[in-house]
């Protein structure tokens, strides 16, 4: 999957997505489970990072949209009241809902997402 479109993403919110890359080696959360991705935050900059290339184009999109959507909520001085009750699940709900209804996660379609959560 070519994942040059999400280099140097300005996001709304005042973010910037400085890369999405794959990593060969398992990812576990901070509660000892296995996880799709995991993203760095550093300021107003994301980093994302994705532990299988073998994803399938769905669990990619889905995955991409729920790391950017957790991110910049977290990162957030005052994140949108829509997101501030958001748990793993609801992020993963919302990342579900926004790639059936939006379609595949790409730059103008990430936007989309975050202008629609208030950001």
């Not at 296995?34 to 669990?59: C, K």
């Not at 909520?73 to 993963?92: D, I, Y």
Request: one cysteine or more; hydrophobic letters at 50%; aromatic letters at 8%.
């Amino acid at each position: 999957m070519d994942l040059s479109e999400f280099q140097n993403l300005q996001l709304r919110g005042g973010f910037l997505l400085l890369r999405i890359s794959w990593i060969n080696c398992p990812i576990i959360d901070a509660m000892g489970r296995s996880a799709v991705a995991r993203t760095t935050i550093v300021g107003s900059n994301l980093e994302i990072e994705l532990g299988s290339a073998n994803l399938d184009p769905e669990q990619f999109s889905i995955s991409i949209y729920h790391e950017v959507l957790e991110a910049v909520a977290v990162a957030a001085l005052h994140p949108p009241e829509k997101v501030c009750e958001f748990n793993e699940a609801g992020f993963e709900a919302a990342a579900l809902e926004c790639h059936r209804r939006i379609g595949k996660a790409s730059a103008a379609a990430i936007n989309q997402m975050l202008a629609e959560f208030g950001f």
